[in-house]
């Protein structure tokens, strides 16, 4: 790790307001700055990775929203998950890490094989029965929770049934390569399909390579880098396959994680020239609101935003998202407070620490609540998983869409 | 610090808001000021005024000596233990107690954050002036505590000028209540004023009663270049004497003005001495002909560039030069030392040439922006701390130029507080009779010397 990264942190503070967890707890230990300096310590040897240690480090959500708001450049977030990775990489990876992240992520065709029992679970109606009955008391805690997070999937994935090349309509302006998301292809197929319908009405031909591979986002999560480079390089090389304008994703983790595959493979040429070319759905409709605007109808529906970490504070992507929202014709947009706040579900977190996230959550949740929209809509498939769920409980409930979606209503209407 | 003494004050605050492990201390053992750091013996978070009196109450009776601390924001070392004893949080007493619209008050817990009281004031048409750098994390405890300034500090004045009642725990566990709603009260001391600024050594704060203003109607944001750096501060003393009072008068120099250009591309001239931010504020009609009072003194004073903003939009763009004015000088070397002397008003342009002619002797980069409106500037050293050749010039040269500051009738902090970085300067500004006079108010509120030890004097 670099030590000048850790010394450029002049404890001014500026971040603790933003961080999730600081706001819960008003605990140092559980801010940026805080762990940037327990980081530092640990690396002059002052500190040592104790028990207590790792608690606090790990409590960091990673939504880097410390990193939008310190004025000296610092990114805590990302320090402390290098540091995490760097530890990881003097341990190795457990059994269950390497099956997960070495053999079941990096292959579509097993992922998508591991999660057809689900969808067989959900039309029989077996989930129906488990879920009436309470037996999900009955299973471990996390498996309970994620079990609880699963909204109704869709009949297959979407990488099975998309077709490699989908024409544009009428003049052809370019070529747009699209980046399926594993978990954008696996549950929110539709909102990936509305992705897709939109490009094609913009007059962009769309090519979704069918031997993509996940972004490796996951890797980063489990602080495996190893894992990372393989699914950069495989990725790189193969978008740098097609002659492609630009590459499109409507997951807002992935075109983080596919942004910075130039520095992950440590410049080199191909990888840096790729991440260049990532959009975020978003950046290209901003880019296109004339040409979008004659294909949106009336929609007049009560509307809030919510800005995944992975969007606002990876990628610094704000106003376009609003500016898409707001060219809808007779749409009541609301701001919705602490906007860029994270929602809790950070990867895998919601699973991993569900005490934090669920405080995480419950703010959200207020939030929403505040502005009385009937629909709450973001771009990040965790952002969907975690708000969904916890939005359909509320009282009055609010609907959870991707961005994409909303436009798809618009367009239908 | 011993363990029965640890479980006392966990009995009173709670296990899981009483921390003793070494990360905990280790990240209590700074503020935001550089180069300081020393690790407290226990850090506690009480929730209630009554829970900061036991403490104390206890802590007096032991002996052991207590630094309080808000968001520790501090920029003098106000807030570190320099003897491992107790560290007090305030943040968990965050409750906005009442906002009286009949008597323009409001009252809240100490550790309030600064521009969340701003935010409630203001949906209801009111407003807290004081806007501290730090404010959207400082708490209000703190800035009473440091009396803390801001940007709006010429036209406003700072905390001192809004606060109105104090609750104040006293080192053996006393309540103290001074002030109120009233705005006529002499009965007896002053015992509000004293209070304020007093960093944490006379008593620990629980709630504070500040006077609130109307929020004024409109305002006007203006940046102007000026070749020249005497002309700048010509302007600024013409302004006034004019009897314009703007709300900001903000003031760049030539190193602040060329980093902030390396950072943030707004499109400021390389060949100007100074760049200032003006923005009036008040009623419509006021502000157009205050507006175009200064627009003719920067033009009789040579300004080469003058932009009135014509939108909110473009006022928040005019600003960003200001805004990011910390930013980029914090991010050309790893340390940066902020510091915040203070002068006359009519000082300016001789200070500023002073800190540039000292930057270049001691061969330091030292950017210099700030509140030129009541002659506080922020000089900021950027260094690093791994070179301590370098550290030892940057202090020769501060301490140049807080003698300068004194010499020119000024202060050596104007919103900092004195702390522990700037004790050595104080004999020199207030005397021997200063000091004794101060030791005798310390010795009346904290006879056991438990409070905030080794802070100001």
Known sequence: ?413 | MENSFIKALAEIVGAEYTLSDPESLACYGYDSTPELQSRPGVVVLPKSTEEIARVLALCDGSGIRVTPRGSGTNLSGGSISFDAGVVLQTSRMNRILEIDEENLTATVETGVITSALHREVEAKGLFYPPDPGSMNISTMGGNVAENSGGLRGLKYGVTDDYVMGLKTVLANGDILKTGGKVVKDVAGYNLNQLLVSSEGTLGIFSEVTVKLIPKPQTKKTMLVHFPQLEQAALTVSHIIAARIIPATLEFLDRTTIKCVEDYAKVGLPLDVDAVLLIEVDGHPAQVEEDAAGIRDICERHHCSFFQTAASPEEALKLATARRVALSALARVRPTTILEDATVPRSCIAPMVKLIQDTAKKYDLLIGTFGHAGDGNLHPTCLTDERNPDEIKRAHQAFGEIFEATIAMGGTITGEHGVGVAKKKYLPKLVGESGLRVMRGIKGAFDPKGILNPGKIF
């Open chain 1, 1 to 413: 790790m670099d030590y000048v990264k850790l010394i450029n942190c002049m404890r001014c503070g500026m971040c603790l307001p933003h961080c999730p967890t600081y706001k819960e707890t008003f605990l140092e230990t559980a801010s940026p700055r805080g762990r940037v300096a327990l980081v530092r310590k640990f690396q002059e040897g002052e500190l040592v990775e104790s028990e207590k240690f790792l608690e606090y480090v790990s409590l960091c959500l990673d939504c880097q929203a410390c990193a939008s708001a310190c004025p000296c450049g610092v990114n805590a977030g990302e320090l402390v998950a290098e540091f995490r990775c760097e530890r990881k990489n003097e341990k190795g990876l457990s059994f269950m890490e390497d099956m997960v992240l070495r053999k079941l992520v990096p292959h579509p065709d097993r992922l998508e094989a591991a999660t057809a029992p689900l969808r067989l679970y959900q039309k029989t109606g077996l989930q129906k029965v488990v879920r009436s009955l309470g037996l999900l008391k009955m299973f471990p805690e996390a498996l309970g929770r994620m079990e609880g997070l699963l909204p109704k999937l869709p009949d297959a994935p979407l990488r099975q049934t998309i077709s490699e090349v989908t024409p544009a309509v009428g003049k052809e302006k370019g070529t747009a390569g699209f980046f399926l998301g594993c978990v954008m292809s696996l549950i929110f197929s539709e909102a990936s399909l509305a992705t897709v319908n939109l490009l094609s009405a913009l007059g962009y031909k769309v090519v979704t390579p069918k031997d993509q591979k996940c972004c490796g986002a996951p890797n980063m999560l489990g602080h495996d880098i190893e894992g990372l480079k393989d699914a950069a390089r495989f990725n790189t090389d193969l978008f740098e396959s097609h002659d492609l304008d630009f590459v499109v994703t409507d997951c807002g983790g992935c075109g983080a994680e596919l942004k910075k595959y130039g520095h992950h493979l440590d410049g080199e040429e191909g990888a840096t020239t790729f991440s260049a070319k990532v959009r975020d759905i978003s950046e290209v409709l901003a880019g296109e609101a004339g040409a979008l605007k004659e294909l949106l109808k009336p929609l007049p529906v009560k509307v809030t935003y919510h800005d995944p970490c992975h969007i606002a504070h990876c990628q610094g992507i704000r106003s376009q998202p609003r500016t898409i929202i707001n060219l809808i014709p007779g749409i009541d947009f609301r701001e919705l407070p602490e906007a860029d706040a994270c929602c809790g579900s950070a990867g895998t977190y919601n699973i991993e620490k569900p005490e934090m996230s669920d405080r995480v959550l419950s703010r959200k949740v207020l939030n929403v609540q505040k502005t009385g929209a009937d629909y709450l809509v973001t771009s990040n498939p965790g952002c969907l998983l975690q708000l969904k769920k916890a939005l359909s409980e509320a009282t009055p409930p609010v609907k959870v869409i991707h961005l994409t979606e909303l436009l798809q209503m618009s367009m239908d209407a």
